[in-house]
């Protein structure tokens, strides 16, 4: 997804009680043709956690029949995109030539590196009944000596996803590794991603990491004396043995890793060279970007 909401952020001022605490972020919608996304990184506080610089909640929105997504092809280099979905379906194709539908609990990880375009629309059979969407897409920066590697496309299903309960809490790593567990998804760095359940009352001690936030899908948490409400995030500091606990039913997704350099951004296209940037602009204006196979009629333009 690309041209998604600013993100407004309120600090933590009150840095005795507010202990690992480093920022509260919160959202803005911004509906697009009928389903609302919620951009919460970048912020202009704070541009990256870990190697994560995009994190965007699609939905959760309700579709009647013959609507729903309709995303056209468009480029991305210097990252990989990570989705994930709560509910719903997306039909993904690219310019190396993949075609998979992603459903609830499957990762797809779009490498784009060097350069790679894609698409993400429906099956004409999701379309065609009234239909939910929910899920989570990130994009996460690629480290400098790998940010022109050759585009590349991986599908791990459900059950590849290793799932661990913690202290009675049902967790599922998806990236790096934690809680005595790795997950098979290629990482490029160190990298961490996970999601939990929690129900009221119940507490969890988060894994260490360099870089680290929380980011509530549903219900609410408490991180020390702050209160992170739905759709929000709370990016902490490297304390070690932070502890969170659920104020109602409550999913999660934590992200981290370690701390990148500086990185540029542009509509699609992420590098830490500006001229890379100009150059992957260019190319789209041209159109020497490989086409999506099976999808090669349609495209987004380069925003003014």
């Avoid at 970048?42 to 990256?48: D, G, V």
């Avoid at 009352?201 to 980011?215: I, K």
């Amino acid at each position: 997804m690309s041209n998604l909401a600013a993100t407004a952020e309120l600090e933590c001022q009150a840095t005795e009680e507010c202990g690992a605490v480093e920022l509260l972020l919160q959202p803005k919608d911004r509906d697009l043709g009928g389903f609302s996304v919620r951009r919460v990184l970048p912020t202009a506080r704070r541009k990256m956690v870990g190697p994560w610089i995009f994190f965007d909640h699609m939905g959760p929105a309700r579709f009647a029949a013959g609507t729903g997504i309709n995303v056209r092809p468009h480029p991305h280099i210097g990252i990989a995109t990570v989705t994930y979905l709560f509910e719903g379906e997306i039909l993904h194709r690219d310019s190396v030539g993949s075609l998979q539908p992603i459903t609830p609990g499957d990762i797809n990880l779009m490498v784009a590196g060097s350069g790679i375009v894609h698409s993400e629309r429906e099956r004409p059979e999701i379309t065609a009944t009234d239909h939910v969407l929910d899920g989570l897409q990130l994009w996460m920066a690629l480290p400098e000596d790998q940010e022109e590697t050759d585009p590349a496309f991986h599908h791990y299903p459900d059950a590849d996803i290793p799932g661990v309960e913690v202290d009675g809490v049902p967790v599922r790593v998806m990236m790096g590794s934690a809680y005595g567990v790795t997950s098979p998804v290629k990482v490029f760095a160190e990298t961490l991603y996970l999601e939990a359940w929690l129900q009221p009352g119940q507490r969890l001690t988060l894994p260490d990491a360099e870089e680290r936030a929380v980011y509530v899908a549903r219900g609410s948490v408490q991180a020390r004396d702050v209160t992170v409400p739905q759709y929000s995030m709370v990016v902490l500091n490297d304390e070690k043995g932070v502890v969170i606990e659920a104020r109602e039913e409550t999913r999660i997704a934590l992200i981290g890793g370690e701390r990148f350099n500086k990185r540029f951004i542009e509509w699609n296209f992420v590098s830490s060279r500006r001229e890379r940037i100009e150059q992957a602009k260019d190319d789209w204006r041209q159109g020497r970007f490989a086409k999506v196979t099976g999808d090669e009629e349609e495209f987004i333009p380069l925003p003014d």
